[in-house]
C-alpha cells in the first residue's frame, strides 16, 4: 500500500497543475478550483480501478474527470444563483423573520420548492403542521379528514421530503 501511495503522491504532483488550470479556465474562481482539483483527484483515487491504460493516457483520464466534475461545479452554481434569485424574491415579512440570515431564507425556498412536489394533501398537512403550529387533531378538524388519514399524509409527505431533499443536496454536491 506504501508504494500505492507514493506513486499517487507523485501522480498528484505532476498532474495537479493541469487540472487546476482547466479547473480555473473553466470557473474562473480560485477556490473553486482548487475544491474541483480535489474532488477530481479523489475520484480518481476511488475510481482507480476503472483507469485502462490501453484506452488512454492517464492525463486523458483525469481531463475527462476534470470536465465532468468543472459541469457539476457550474450546474451547482447555478443551481446557488437561482435559490439566491428565488430568495431575494421573497417578501419582506418572511425576510425578516429568518432574522437576517441568508441561509435560512435559501433554506425555506429550498424546503418550499420541496413541498410544492408533493401530492395537494401532503403539502396540505405539512404546511398545516409545520407553518400554523397545528397538531394532527387539529387538522383533521380543519381538514375534516379522519386523524389516520392525517397521519398518514404526514408521514408519506415527510418521507418523500426527506427523499427529495436528499436528492437536490445530492444534486448540489
Do not use: C, N
Not at 479556465?25 to 482548487?34: F, I
Not at 482507480?48 to 459541469?71: K, M, N
Not at 433554506?107 to 420548492?113: I, L, Y
Amino acid at each position: 500500500m506504501d508504494r500505492l501511495t507514493d506513486d499517487w503522491s507523485e501522480l498528484h504532483r505532476r498532474w495537479a497543475g493541469l487540472v487546476y488550470g482547466l479547473a480555473r479556465q473553466s470557473l474562473g474562481d480560485p477556490r473553486d478550483a482548487e475544491d474541483v482539483t480535489q474532488q477530481v483527484f479523489a475520484a480518481a483515487w476511488r475510481g482507480r480501478a476503472g483507469y485502462a491504460p490501453e484506452r488512454g493516457s492517464f492525463a486523458a483520464w483525469l481531463v475527462g474527470i476534470t470536465r465532468r466534475t468543472v459541469a457539476d461545479a457550474l450546474a451547482a452554481r447555478t443551481r446557488r444563483a437561482e435559490l439566491t434569485a428565488a430568495a431575494a424574491r421573497l417578501p419582506a415579512a418572511r425576510h425578516a423573520s429568518a432574522g437576517g440570515d441568508p441561509e435560512a431564507a435559501l433554506d425555506r425556498v429550498v424546503v418550499g420548492r420541496a413541498l410544492d412536489r408533493l401530492s395537494a394533501p401532503q403539502q396540505q398537512v405539512l404546511r398545516l403542521a409545520f407553518y400554523q403550529d397545528l397538531t394532527q387533531t387539529q387538522i383533521a378538524r380543519v381538514t375534516g379528514w379522519p386523524l389516520g388519514t392525517v397521519k398518514s399524509h404526514a408521514r408519506r409527505g415527510l418521507e418523500r421530503l426527506r427523499d427529495s431533499l436528499r436528492e437536490d443536496d445530492l444534486r448540489a454536491a
